[in-house]
């Protein structure tokens, strides 16, 4: 039964909400959850195209709350697949009762502050009410799917999918001309599957991307008890590290180690596979000259691959520094583009025009198709928050509010939203760093704050305007000394028509920003106003 009045709303049961049930209810919270979806997972429930694997080995990118959880729980893989990472959010809900704080099916359509009662007032596609004295939104950083709208894009006759809403019945590509619009991460690992089974494979690039083989390996049995018997430290330097797992760079500058050494470094980095490469120097995302002898290193290891040179030459970015979009996780994407069956379309030199019936019309060709595969990518970062209606004090809607770009204070909360908390929102190190443990980390300082509310007959909690400001231009300070900002990224809202081209996190590190939050704690909250009552009562 869906309880009414509640001491939290959570919105989302991907890896963020299921963690923030199991806190909030051992605290002694009533906690009433929502999430979209028919079951747990969030981001892994949705994304089950092919070759879908995160890109943060598993045994980093799981919970670090609950060492029998740990100790109990066997990753078959160095870096886990889909269904793999949605068994363990499963086993995790199950294990904890966590299911049964949740409305499956039920999607928030609006949260409004009631000023007076200083309770959030949650409003379901169903109709239902609940009020709550806490709005938690765990929606996730990669859940709302950007679908462009390109002119005949209904009128196809034949089948369009997107990798962010994949079927749960999976797909048969054998035989079947098709075509994938896209190669940022769910493009580049779903391609080389697709490529196996498709009679022939069209993929539409506008922008190309840096992808690191995944260097992936099963783990043996020795392996697993090793990770085990270690863990506490591996979480211990995950924890104080820039990205939340426990990889550290080479100290040193690239330009500074001889020649020999740099390229055994950026090879030992190739090797651990995907994101971490762009980590193999301290300065490799704060230099470009550091940048571009990772980019040279990157670039001759990708040519290597591909026969055909003019191929590479379109596949190869050479208009962002490596590092600045996030660099891919593969396994064999571009030994795909060997094959016979595949075909690279450059948008560059020739964009889509239209969609019709039979296919795709790009400006000097038409590619006659049975399946079009959107993997374009999603609405980040604040895409999700943007759909439901949020409304704080004198009824402002959020996404107004954010008009110029999200404003919050540590990527927690916002000005004006009183009792609302973002998990992993904008203005924290989110998709920078490992989302399991970031989840946590929010959680955590979410439940301290309100175990602080209530120890000390405080009511609300809020962020202070001049504070979350400050902290936003610190974001922007940190992230111009870093490459980053030089990237037409989902990072800076860069992938949706309209969208303020901003970087929307925290650069300055996991470990660090960690710190900083505890900080703001110990000194009672520095940065946000507490009351014992709504404001409009005092």
């Not at 859940?143 to 749960?168: A, K």
């Not at 571009?334 to 964009?351: E, G, H, I, S, W």
Request: overall charge negative.
């Amino acid at each position: 039964m869906t309880r009414t009045n509640v001491d939290v709303v959570v919105v989302g049961a991907g890896l963020a909400g299921l963690y923030a049930m199991h806190k909030f209810r051992g605290q002694g919270l009533d906690v009433q959850g929502f999430e979209a979806a028919s079951d747990v997972g969030g981001t892994w429930y949705f994304n089950r195209y092919p070759g879908a694997r995160c890109d943060v080995e598993s045994v980093d990118y799981s919970y670090s709350f609950d060492d029998d959880l740990q100790q109990e729980w066997d990753w078959s893989e160095r870096y886990a697949t889909q269904p793999e990472i949605l068994a363990y959010l499963e086993h995790v809900a199950d294990r904890f009762d966590l299911r049964s704080g949740f409305e499956f099916d039920t999607r928030v359509v609006s949260a409004t502050f009631d000023e007076q009662a200083a309770r959030w007032n949650i409003v379901t596609d169903k109709g239902e009410k609940v009020t709550a004295r806490f709005c938690v939104l765990a929606t996730g950083a990669l859940s709302t799917t950007n679908l462009p709208n390109i002119p005949g894009r209904d009128s196809f006759g034949g089948e369009i999918l997107h990798t962010g809403d994949w079927p749960r019945t999976g797909v048969d590509f054998a035989g079947k001309r098709v075509g994938v619009i896209g190669t940022g991460s769910s493009g580049i690992q779903s391609i080389p599957l697709i490529a196996e089974e498709a009679a022939t494979l069209h993929v539409f690039q506008r922008t190309p991307n840096f992808s690191v083989p995944a260097s992936n390996r099963p783990l043996d049995e020795e392996t697993r008890r090793e990770q085990k018997a270690t863990y506490a430290e591996r979480r211990r330097k995950s924890w104080a590290s820039g990205g939340g797992s426990p990889f550290v760079s080479n100290p040193k500058s690239a330009l500074e180690v001889p020649a020999d050494e740099r390229e055994a470094e950026f090879e030992q980095y190739w090797e651990l596979g995907g994101v971490l490469f762009a980590k193999t120097f301290a300065d490799q995302m704060s230099d470009i000259e550091a940048n571009n002898l990772a980019r040279g290193f990157a670039e001759r290891k990708i040519r290597a691959v591909i026969e055909d040179q003019s191929v590479a030459d379109v596949l190869i970015p050479t208009d962002h520094p490596i590092g600045s979009k996030r660099i891919v996780t593969d396994s064999g994407y571009f030994a795909t583009y060997n094959r016979d069956n595949v075909t690279l379309v450059n948008l560059r030199k020739a964009p889509i025009t239209a969609i019709d019936e039979t296919g795709i019309a790009t400006a000097d060709a038409h590619y006659d198709l049975d399946m079009i595969v959107f993997a374009t990518g999603f609405d980040a970062i604040t895409g999700s928050l943007d759909r439901i209606d949020i409304r704080g004090r004198d009824g402002v809607l959020l996404r107004e509010a954010w008009a110029a770009g999200p404003q919050t204070l540590h990527g927690i909360a916002a000005a004006g939203f009183p009792n609302m908390f973002l998990i992993t929102g904008p203005g924290s190190p989110g998709v920078l760093a490992n989302m399991v443990l970031g989840s946590e980390q929010h959680v955590n300082w979410i439940a301290d704050a309100i175990a602080y509310l209530d120890s000390n007959d405080y009511a609300v909690i809020e962020a202070s305007e001049q504070a979350a400001v400050d902290w936003i231009a610190e974001c922007a300070a940190v992230a111009a000394k870093t490459l980053f900002p030089q990237a037409n990224s989902w990072y800076m809202g860069a992938n949706i028509e309209g969208k303020p081209r901003v970087f929307m996190m925290y650069a300055g590190g996991f470990g660090n920003y960690g710190q900083k939050i505890a900080e703001v704690a110990a000194a009672g909250y520095k940065g946000f106003d507490l009351s014992a009552l709504a404001a409009s009562q005092e």
